[in-house]
């Protein structure tokens, strides 16, 4: 009995596994640049630390990944769906809109990821109508944002699955009971707010780093959009951050194309702008979530005190 096997069919059943989406890079002697993006990298070993990814032996730029000798695996984080989009189409020049730095083998990486990975060429296994291109990691970086996913064929988030949130908030649930609140403090402003604040952001925090951007950069982009502060001086106070803080956000959102700074001035693009609208929403759905549980009464009274305090 002869089974047909239908190739559209498979790549979809292969599609319900979500993975993370990476850039691959390298660059021989010549100074041939080639970069692609792939969903195929996957760790393989810690000792010795290798990874690996798969490359169509039709690829142009195949010749080039062979020659370089090192290669960088480029993690992109949830906001760099433009830079996927780049290294996924046929372009002349496709690093010529990207940030992007020479690394070990100038190998090249790429500005504000989720985390990179410098690789010296290992290993090239068969792999059917692919290459298996085996990388031993010499030197990797971990930036602490969230990446970008890619599943069915469309991009995604990442967001803390509903079973795990109900079993942290259980276990909270428990601990609280068995502590009952400290007297001592159970009267205690200061330490009801910051417990009420840790509980709040706990869910919010998640949602809001799924845009790809930390919480210190969407807060700037979020304080400028209220018109609360438009200067880095005064970032200080309204967004509670510090200065290094603010230094180090400012110039990744200004590299990003969403702030334009002038010495102490702060100013959204349109981009910025539409990025801190998506951010904003975020908040406020967040917030009518938390608040449902509450008569609407209760929660006028709530920010009255809040407003008052202060």
Same mark, same amino acid.
């Given at each position: 009995?002869?089974?047909?096997?239908?190739?559209?069919?498979?790549?979809?059943?292969?599609?319900?596994? !979500?993975?993370?989406?990476?850039?691959?890079?390298?660059?021989?002697?010549?100074?041939?640049?080639?970069?692609?993006?792939?969903?195929?990298?996957?760790?393989?070993?810690?000792?010795?630390?290798?990874?690996?990814?798969?490359?169509?032996?039709?690829?142009?730029?195949?010749?080039?990944?062979?020659?370089?000798?090192?290669?960088?695996?480029?993690?992109?984080?949830?906001?760099?769906?433009?830079?996927?989009?780049?290294?996924?189409?046929?372009?002349?020049?496709?690093?010529?809109?990207?940030?992007?730095?020479?690394?070990?083998?100038?190998?090249?990486?790429?500005?504000?990821?989720?985390?990179?990975?410098?690789?010296?060429?290992?290993?090239?296994?068969?792999?059917?109508?692919?290459?298996?291109?085996?990388?031993?990691?010499?030197?990797?970086?971990d930036f602490g944002r969230v990446p970008l996913l890619y599943h069915q064929g469309a991009y995604a988030s990442v967001f803390p699955h509903p079973?795990?949130?109900?079993k942290i908030e259980t276990a909270n649930e428990k601990n609280s009971e068995s502590k009952e609140v400290n007297q001592k403090l159970a009267g205690n402003i200061h330490y009801l707010l910051t417990q009420a604040v840790q509980n709040y952001q706990n869910d919010y925090y998640?949602?809001?780093?799924?845009?790809?951007?930390?919480?210190?950069? !969407?807060?700037?982009?979020?304080?400028?959009?209220?018109?609360?502060?438009?200067?880095?001086?005064?970032?200080?106070?309204?967004?509670?951050?510090?200065?290094?803080?603010?230094?180090? !956000?400012?110039?990744?959102?200004?590299?990003?194309?969403?702030?334009?700074?002038?010495?102490?001035?702060?100013?959204?693009?349109?981009?910025?702008?539409?990025?801190?609208?998506?951010?904003?929403?975020? !908040?406020?759905?967040?917030?009518?979530?938390?608040?449902?549980?509450?008569?609407?009464?209760?929660?006028?009274?709530?920010?009255?005190?809040?407003?008052?305090?202060?």
């Amino acid at each position: 009995m002869t089974t047909i096997f239908d190739s559209k069919s498979f790549r979809r059943a292969l599609g319900n596994f !979500a993975t993370g989406v990476v850039v691959v890079t390298a660059q021989d002697e010549d100074g041939n640049k080639v970069g692609m993006t792939v969903n195929s990298f996957t760790s393989v070993s810690l000792e010795p630390p290798l990874v690996l990814w798969c490359i169509d032996k039709r690829a142009g730029s195949l010749d080039v990944f062979k020659r370089a000798g090192h290669f960088a695996i480029n993690i992109l984080s949830a906001d760099q769906i433009d830079i996927s989009n780049t290294f996924a189409r046929s372009k002349e020049d496709r690093f010529a809109s990207i940030d992007y730095k020479e690394g070990i083998g100038k190998s090249l990486l790429i500005s504000d990821v989720s985390a990179q990975f410098e690789c010296e060429l290992h290993e090239i296994l068969e792999g059917g109508d692919h290459l298996i291109l085996v990388g031993k990691v010499l030197n990797f970086n971990d930036f602490g944002r969230v990446p970008l996913l890619y599943h069915q064929g469309a991009y995604a988030s990442v967001f803390p699955h509903p079973n795990v949130r109900n079993k942290i908030e259980t276990a909270n649930e428990k601990n609280s009971e068995s502590k009952e609140v400290n007297q001592k403090l159970a009267g205690n402003i200061h330490y009801l707010l910051t417990q009420a604040v840790q509980n709040y952001q706990n869910d919010y925090y998640p949602k809001q780093l799924a845009s790809g951007l930390r919480n210190s950069e !969407a807060r700037i982009l979020l304080v400028i959009y209220a018109g609360l502060a438009t200067c880095k001086s005064k970032m200080t106070k309204e967004a509670a951050i510090p200065m290094r803080e603010i230094e180090q !956000a400012v110039e990744i959102l200004v590299r990003k194309g969403l702030l334009i700074a002038a010495e102490d001035e702060l100013q959204l693009t349109e981009k910025g702008e539409a990025q801190a609208i998506d951010l904003l929403d975020i !908040a406020e759905r967040h917030q009518e979530e938390v608040l449902a549980r509450y008569k609407p009464e209760e929660v006028v009274m709530f920010k009255k005190m809040l407003m008052a305090l202060l």
